[in-house]
């Protein structure tokens, strides 16, 4: 049975679908990237460009994609919600792999990349819990 979720609920789905979305034109802009783009960026930005490896890339597309289909099923109040966002949030984890514990990129590029991910790993586990709590309450079915 589906219960009415709070007031709150709507918005707060609405605005984690946004920050997927920008997310998502981040994952776009990255991979779209020209030879030209490349060139012009400095010695340490593409060493750290070429030295991602390919299923990075792929969990950076998981989690940033996931991120907004679920949140788009927050918001339709789909119970499928709860696994895409639980994908989105392994995408996430995977990515930190890759960034924080295969290669020193994250030390490379500087303080802000550990207070950035930080904040996409919190993110992602909150919006993981809200879709349990959503589900949990017969908010989502």
Known sequence: MMNTPPKWFKPVAIAAFIWNLLGCLAYLSDVMLT???????????????AARPAWAVGATAIAVWGGALGCLGLILRKSWANLVLMLSLAGVVVQDIALFGMSNAAAMAGPVVYVMQGVVLLVAIGLVLLSRKALKLGWIS
């Open 35 to 49: 030879p030209e783009d490349i060139a012009a960026m400095s010695e340490a930005e593409q060493a750290l460009y």
